[in-house]
């Protein structure tokens, strides 16, 4: 496991794409960022973790970011309503526009 969160922390910090999301078993949030930091090593990157809005216990977006500009984009996205969240989303996990497009166009994300 913290190999995979190792190497999704120095795609960020190569500019791959500006945030990633990953898989962090943990009960509390604290518990998650402290899995996220010691697995990072000396990646140069921002550990993050987001509760849902919904608020289920031990749920949301952990991963690491870039900036910390993406970090509040995500969390500002968390907000919105289907499909602007999804595309938000989308742009900031990396994805092109026209695979966004491809994604609404088979009826996800309505």
């Known amino acids: 496991m913290s190999d995979d969160l190792q190497e999704s922390a120095l795609l960020i910090e190569r500019g791959v794409r500006p945030i990633c999301d990953v898989w ?3 009960a509390t949030r604290e518990e998650r960022l402290q899995k996220l930091c010691e697995a ?3 990646a140069n990157v921002i550990a993050y973790s987001i509760e849902f809005r919904e608020q289920r216990a031990g749920e949301g977006w952990n991963g690491y970011a870039q900036h910390q500009w993406a970090i ?3 969390e500002w996205a968390e907000g919105l309503e289907n499909p602007d969240r999804l595309r938000v ?3 900031l996990f990396g994805y092109s526009s026209s695979a ?3 994604f609404e166009r088979r009826g996800n994300g309505a």
């Open 24 to 26: 962090v078993v943990g």
């Open 40 to 42: 990072k090593g000396d």
């Open 89 to 91: 989303m989308g742009l």
């Open 100 to 102: 966004i497009q491809e």
């Open 72 to 74: 509040d984009c995500l």
